[in-house]
């Protein structure tokens, strides 16, 4: 019976092989998309937002084939969808499923809040210490001040 | 401590900063020697300066080393959209050591990077001056005795002031206690209060000046800048909110000490300046022991 009720049906295609990002916030999907450099490679991804989801209301979800990510690689889109589980399918089974964690070291992909901070001012990457993961705070190593979560903007 | 970058206090361990101290103990006795004969160091200031950049000058110079550099960039290439970087990598070509004051957070830390010599921060931005610090250290421990163990009272800015947060963390290796002084608006921030709490030091927050001079031993008093200000009515309701005044230290402690990062406005008021307790031109001179001991150490000739 469950297999005729067309609602059942899967929004997004399954995959073979590859990995799904599942629990994005619906608003951050396109920016999980830029932090994975998904627009700029020759697999097959495909995405959904806006998803009715129990857990969240609204969720997004992206699929992308063939591409396996390393942790430290997946981690960094902790700081934009914190909520977002990563599957791994093979033969279209799921293998693996992990959480994302935020890394104790952010580089590059966030701005420091700081106006006045250098890296606003010249062509420099950030780079931050984590000091607290759960309510998120991040130490710039060049003006030393703290970004918190409200005021995380992504390079 | 050779070819180290100082940027941040915190760079230097406990143990190093009473060092520096030790050594410019030394220069106080001797300031004159030759020993940075055919050493060069840069004097960047991209931001204006009186005494840092004078006091580096006077240091070197009293070594024997030469000194060059600028004191505004309208002289150089800056003024045609040269970066930083571009200025460091070129600049650390002629010297063996930059010292270097910027108006942006940050700018020393990024210098230090990119430089093949050692970096000294003479001030970037709001965010650190560690050799006014360790100045402000020397001229505690010398008027003192001791840097343990002391009541420190901290007046004015202390939202903004950067030679407040660099003091007030360097001090908390020493088991002082802290008295702050400002209005509501200029508080210490929260980030440089954790350090207190987390080496379980007591703090104690005043809005009046009068309360804590009967206790203090230092009373460090600090400029309130207008520049800080995006509301001209905000720095008008506090400008005048502290001034401390010779008839004030009635009461006061016989070795109470004030010290000023200086330049004053009128939150010292001159009937002060012939007071035995006013320290704080002394404590300019103090600058050029310190630098003194900074840039030998970090040449590495001594």
Known sequence: MENNDPRKELKVSAIENGTVIDHIPAKSVFQVIRMLGLES???????????????????????????????????????????????????????????VSVPDYVEKIVKCFNPNCITNHEAIPTKFTVLSKDDIRLKCQYCEKITVKDDIIFT | MKNRSLISINDFSKEEQIGILDLAESFEKQPTRKILEGHVV???????????????????????????????????????GESLKDTIIMVSNYSDLIVMRHPKDG???YASEVSSVPIINAGDGANQHPTQCLLDMYSIRKTQGTLENLDIAFVGDLKYGRTVHSLVMALTNFNCRF?????????????????????????????????VLPIADIVYMTRIQRERFSDPIEYEKVKNAYILRNNMLKGSKESLRILHPLPRVNEINVDIDDNPKAYYFQQALNGVYVRQALVTSILGVI
């Open chain 1, 41 to 99: 490679i020759d697999n097959q991804v495909l995405f959904g937002t806006n998803l009715d989801s129990r857990k969240f209301g609204k969720k997004g979800i992206i699929k992308v084939s063939n591409r396996y990510f390393e942790a430290e690689e997946i981690n960094k889109i902790a700081l934009a969808a914190p909520s977002a589980t990563l599957i791994v399918i093979r033969d279209f089974q799921v293998v693996e499923k992990k959480h």
């Open chain 2, 42 to 80: 840069a004097n960047l200031f991209f931001e204006p300066s009186t005494r840092t950049r004078l006091s580096f000058d006077t240091a070197v110079n009293r070594l024997g080393g030469k000194v060059i550099g600028f004191a505004d960039t309208s002289s150089t290439s800056v003024q045609k």
């Open chain 2, 107 to 109: 700018s020393a830390r």
């Open chain 2, 179 to 211: 008295h702050l002084v400002s209005p509501p608006e200029l508080k210490l921030p929260s980030a440089v209060k954790m350090h207190i709490k987390e080496k379980q030091l007591e703090y104690t927050q005043y809005t009046e000046l009068q309360d």
